[in-house]
């Protein structure tokens, strides 16, 4: 049996963004462990039948002594449990995972890319930072591996650096979505429209341009129209601090919700989905979950996230950090229900064509499967 870990930096991620693939793995005769920051899931995957190893990470963190001794426990964890193929996801766990592997010798890696965050970031001036593409380089000169990138600019940047051959890049968009779980769905008639954003609470996801521009539109819209931030606080560095936001939110027409569990149902019962977010997101799974649900798009023309709406087809592209075409752009899908709700449908075409899970499955299987038998 082929021994798969698959390697996260915290198990609600996991849950959210992988846990399809690895039962499908398992399905398909994988033994399979995952090995992730417990947070408190720890027990939710094991009751799925999967095997849960707790990995040391500090996922924003940047103390090089911690950063080494992550990579000290995986190449350790390696060397004694010596698994066939390691699946890497996120620049932290492939950064550290992919050395370990290598000084392990494991006869198979595959990496996936699911956005660049901080570290690529020109702000970002730390020693971990400086470090990233010199061990990525050294890593990654290796036989048998394989690298999933979401969208063409993460991979130009690897292929720029000298990270990765041209043959060692494979492409999938996204995570995939279960179409069936996130139906179309006519937008709910409603007293008032309801324009949602679902993610960590980041000042790169756009949070604070997307309340500007609500503030824009507050004058006419007050009593027509609720803005709605879903999501949870964060570690990340640029995360925003409670007081900050509820210094934004009134309660009623700019409401913070906090992290929520039901977002399904939320993405249901709204009639917009905004994501101003100039992050280096990988592809962003909530916009991936809107397209499905069948509601427009108002996002930036920037990494990850325009992978995800043809402009004018479902949605908008607008300017990084431009909360006046945000609010203007907003302003044209309240007052057209017509065009919210065409622009819904041509959202599920697109998820359809683009973004099911079982095609991401599938090619996820494809390469392990490749890997083994190198």
Known sequence: MIRLFIVVNVDWFFLSHRKDIALSAQENGYEVTVVTKDTGMKSTIEALGLKVIDLPMNRSGQNIIEELYTCWFLYRLYRREKPDIVHHVGLK?????????????????????????????????????????????????????????????????????????????????????????????????????????????????????????????????????????????????????????????????IQWLGYRTDVLELLKSCHIVAFPSYYKEGLPKSLIEAAAVGRPIVTTNSIGCKETVVDGYNGYLIPVKDSDTLAEKLNLLFEDENLRQNMGRNSRILAEKDFSIENVIHRHLEIYSQLSKA
């Open 93 to 253: 766990t492939i950064l550290w995972g992919t050395l370990a592997a290598k000084l392990a010798k494991v006869h198979g890696v595959v990496n996936a890319v699911s956005g660049l965050g901080i570290f690529f970031s020109e702000e970002n001036t730390s020693l971990v930072s400086k470090l990233l593409p010199k061990v990525l380089r050294f890593s990654h000169q290796r036989k048998n591996l394989a690298v999933i990138f979401q969208n063409e600019e993460d991979k130009g940047l690897f292929l720029k650096n000298r990270i990765i051959k041209e043959e060692q890049a494979f492409m999938i968009k996204g995570s995939g979505v279960d179409l069936n779980q996130y139906c179309y769905t006519p937008e709910l008639e409603s007293q008032k429209i309801k324009v949602l954003l679902t993610a960590r609470m980041i000042v790169e996801k756009g949070v604070f341009v997307l309340v500007d521009a609500a503030l824009k539109l507050k004058e006419k819209y007050r009593d027509k129209v609720e803005f709605l931030l879903c999501g949870g606080l964060d570690d990340n560095p640029k995360a925003i601090k409670e007081e900050e936001l509820k210094s934004v939110c009134d309660g009623g027409y």
